[in-house]
């Protein structure tokens, strides 16, 4: 009975396929529930190389709704946004939260600093001189915020900062306890992301310590793959409910015109 939450779209100009493909592939894995979230428009215009245009909204509802056609009365499709957060976000998440009736969006965290996307694999030569005690901090504090601002249905990757193996050391606690605590004060829910076990880092997002500091603070959850192609949908999903069950996780969450619901898995 799983869904899969977090998954991309040719419009962000870094990943393939076309919506039936996807869909196919996640009735194959016998999902119940598929959630498109590709990454929202960002101002001011261009933002970046990776995400889709303010103007190509209407196209991204299209695709929605062909993927909707396609899944007809087989499995809901719930269309939803990655939205990345900066700390002086909310005008315009509140914007973009108005132009569709999204049943979820998702808070992610790929910029830092001096407008740093450091989960871009081009950057990988500027990771080698990076502090990487002080990044994390950095990573960790702006995941608080987001957490706090209640902007967001889902919180997404937890630890992506970790995404090329680059990890202080010593006890990772320091990192994860404010964040816990601002996740169950914002109440959004997190994702176990299965993408992690084929990036440099090799493992899901979050780590399983985390996973089980948030289950034991009550942090709602939802599985995805962050597909950015169809064979990607729902991957290492048997491994991810193992690891939530490892947790302590008995349920996980569904959402629809941004209410959520919990069921058990
Ligand atoms: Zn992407
Ligand atoms: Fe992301
Ligand atoms: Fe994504
Ligand atoms: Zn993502």
Not at 49 to 71: F, G, N, T, V
């Amino acid at each position: 009975m799983l869904a899969d939450y977090h998954t991309h779209t040719p419009l962000c100009r870094h990943a393939e396929g076309e919506p039936e493909e996807y869909l196919d592939q996640a009735l194959t894995a016998g999902l119940v529930e598929y959630g498109i979230s590709d990454h929202a428009p960002q101002t001011p215009e261009p933002f970046d190389d990776w995400r889709m245009l303010e103007s190509e909204l209407p196209e991204y509802l299209e695709w929605i709704e062909r993927a909707r056609q396609h899944a007809g009365a087989r499995l809901p499709v719930r269309a939803g946004l990655e939205c990345d957060w900066f700390s002086d976000c909310h005008e315009w998440i509140v914007n973009l939260s108005g132009r569709y009736e999204w049943d979820f969006l998702i808070g992610s965290i790929h910029y830092l600093g001096d407008k740093w996307d450091f989960d871009n694999p081009k950057w990988l030569g500027r990771w080698a001189e990076t502090d990487v005690e002080e990044i994390w901090t950095a990573y960790w504090e702006e995941y608080a915020n987001m957490a706090r601002s209640g902007l967001f249905d889902i919180l997404g990757h937890p630890d992506l900062i970790k995404k090329f193996a680059y990890t202080p050391g010593g006890d990772l606690r320091r990192f994860y306890d404010p964040a816990i605590e601002a996740i169950v004060a914002g109440h959004a829910a997190i994702e176990l992301n299965t993408a992690g076990f084929h990036k440099p880092c090799a493992e899901q997002y979050p780590s399983a310590e985390f996973l089980k500091l948030a289950r034991e603070a009550n942090i709602p959850i939802t599985l995805s793959s962050d597909a950015h192609a169809p064979g990607e949908v729902a991957r290492d999903f048997d491994k991810g409910a193992a690891l939530l069950k490892e947790a302590g996780y008995t349920q996980l969450c569904r959402f629809e015109r941004r209410s959520r619901t919990q069921v058990d898995f």
